[in-house]
């Protein structure tokens, strides 16, 4: 296998690949170049993500894996899911998408995860991680009631398995007998020393046809010894257990092989040649290396999980941004707090970096809990916190709390127990499109009882929002968007806000625009173009019902702007203020509309639905006119 130390700055040359745009064309390849065209592939992918940015080292580890299974099998026939989709570069290039890989997550370029409208080679559309296997046990169900018992095949990563819907969806299948490949892509490096002669000879054995006849025979056999079928059946799950840490699979119901050596493209090819004539649930555990085949990604691979776009001849990241993020803003108040209060604890679900807690965790290990990808865990763990005195902060991103909207109402809200919900990602998030877009959170936080909801304007209200969620006893919640705000600089105070008080930003006329979160920014040309009157409301829940009614009174029109669903969002809120009050008032609410925006830069999918101030002012001026 070829090690890379740069980027490409121009297209490399690949031969093999080029021959393979599709994977009909692949299996015309001899087993014997498939590390050939390994090396060329992962070539290939270094230089078209340099060009593109986006997910990097977790398609590095599978560029064998992803061979050696479009090469056993017949896709898109047999149906193929991935999970954690940023895996999922090296499939697209070898399904018809190699030439359009530099436009990925660009505006009308290539989805950043598999997308069924894209093509018929992604069988099931993934953003969040652990769906995989529910999925593709549910293809298989359906194909089983048209006579097709062919093997479907799930791929789920080792981060991704730590959730309990892939945990719901093994038992299942265990139970239900399918014709279903599991593929655990275990890109955990220290099972790298479990790897060895001794395993892959155990592996091949654990997959060959032979073993797999003396075991069906041999159950038919004792079948009418329930003891010695019972004594035999332990024998061969402890044998297993020696070598591998199978038994677990075992236990529900699946035939498990491995580890094996993700990067031996040949064997990976063998051992799924065999395990594709099998009938029933299997596991195959595949070891793997985020990053393998480019050094510097081998040796940092979270640094390299993902890449912006590059210069090509170097192998850093571009310099970043030196104004802080959100994310930013979020990590030292939390540091501050939490030397402030010996209770706060932070609560995340294997967003450490992303949500900026890389310090707290260093400076306050015993406080810090990071509970992997299992947002539902990390939600109730924070309740069971609270209730035993300590003061939880849960960090997530707006599109991954979803999944653990019954542990929201149920465990917390229910139970008006102390947790801070700090919603990163809230709003439209740029490349990753649709999937990671925190579209909805105002909607459905705004309907739970005992919730406060807040929205900062900049980056030093974000601060005091946090401070007043984090004092107030009960649920709350701050919802801040994906990178940087105005460039308000915080004070380094822990002081909070008014509960449920708004601020008038300009005073005007005729025209009131009640502005959230960060669509105040945009809002002030607008206000100040139109002399009209600009409020940020700050709050969504509890909402300043006085502000509303006192520009109701006084101005024409009321504009609700919003960066979230206009369905239910808080445009809807102001709308139930007015008519709880009985006040009549021309009400016109901006927000995302009844769709799903697609991927391109966040300023451009925000122009798109009329976010920008030239949306707002001709939605407006329009509204005026009519």
Known sequence: MKVFDHIPATRPNTPLLDQVNTPAELKKLELHQLPALADELREYLLYSVGQSGGHFGAGLGVIELTIALHYVYDTPEQK???????????????????????????????????????????????????????????????????????????????????????????NHTGHDGANLLVVLNDNDMSISENVGALNRAFSRVFSSKTYSHMRDTSKKVLKNLPPVLDFARKAEEHMKGMVAPGTLFEELGFNYVGPVDGHDVVDLALTLKNLKTFNGPQFLHVATQKGKGFRPAEKAPTKYHAITKMDSQKTTQENPVKQPTYSNIFGQWLCDMAEHDNRLCGVTPAMCEGSDMVEFSRRFPSRYHDVAIAEQHAVALAAGMACGGSKPVVAIYSTFLQRAYDQLIHDVALQNLDVLFAIDRAGLVGEDGPTHAGSFDIAYLRCIPNMIVMAPKDEAECRQMLSTGYQYEGPAAVRYPR?????????????????????????????????????????????????????????????????????????????????NSIMGGAGSAVSEVLNAHGKACAVLQLGLPDEYTHQAKPERMRASVGLSSEGIRNSIQARLRG
């Open 483 to 563: 990178g940087t705000g105005p460039g308000a600089v915080p004070e380094a105070n822990l002081d909070t806000l008014p509960i449920g008080k708004a601020e008038t930003l300009i005073s005007g006329s005729k025209v009131a625009i009640l502005a959230f979160g960060s669509m105040v920014e945009p809002c002030k040309a607008v206000a100040d173009e139109l002399q009209a009157t600009l409020v940020n409301m700050r709050f969504i829940k509890p909402m300043d019902a006085e502000a509303v009614l006192q520009v109701a009174d006084s101005h024409d029109l009321l504009v609700t702007v919003e960066e």
């Open 80 to 170: 193929l899911v991935w999970d954690v989709g940023h895996q999922a570069y090296p499939h697209k290039i070898l399904t018809g998408r190699r030439e359009q890989l530099p436009t990925i997550r660009q505006e009308n370029g290539l989805h950043a995860f598999p997308h069924r409208e894209e093509s018929e080679y992604d069988s099931f559309g993934v953003g969040h991680s652990s769906t995989s296997i529910s999925a593709a046990l549910g293809m298989a169900i359906a194909n089983r009631k048209i006579g097709d018992d062919s093997q479907t095949i799930a791929v789920i990563g080792d981060g991704a398995i730590t959730a309990g819907l892939a945990f719901e969806a093994l």
